[in-house]
């Protein structure tokens, strides 16, 4: 089992950047493929990008593509979501998910973090 704690949310204006980071409990983070999602109020929750195990590979959301930038420490136990040019439609709570599969942009992960609040301002 994996506990994840997400933290770097907070309030920007639009066009400004935020890193989020998620840290993972356990000696085995290099075995998680790890995922971010964020959920606005009254809709459900999209997944924002995702990252393979060792971070060869990458996914992202049409949305962010280009924006965001996913990453991850494994010496760290650390995954990271840099995000920069935010707009207002970013507003959301972002969690992290952890899942031993390969489950690209789904959303099938078997452990999720408490959220962080990312709010941008117009």
């Known amino acids: 089992q994996v506990q994840l704690v997400e933290s770097g949310g907070g309030l920007v204006q639009a066009g400004g950047s935020l890193r989020l980071s998620c840290a993972a409990s356990?000696?085995?983070?290099?075995?998680?493929?790890m995922g971010w999602f964020r959920q606005a109020p009254g809709k459900e929750r999209e997944s924002v990008a995702a990252?393979?195990?060792?971070?060869?590979?990458?996914y992202y959301v049409v949305s962010v593509k280009g924006r965001f930038t996913i990453s991850r420490d494994n010496a760290k136990n650390t995954v990271y979501l840099q995000m920069n040019s935010l707009k207002p439609e970013d507003t959301a709570v972002y969690y992290c998910?952890?899942?031993?599969?390969?489950?690209?942009?789904?959303?099938?992960?078997?452990?999720w973090g408490q959220g962080t609040q990312v709010t941008v301002s117009s």
């Open positions: 990252i393979s195990w060792s971070g060869g590979s990458t």
């Open positions: 998910g952890a899942t031993r599969r390969n489950v690209g942009l789904g959303s099938t992960y078997d452990y």
């Open positions: 356990g000696r085995t983070f290099s075995s998680y493929f």
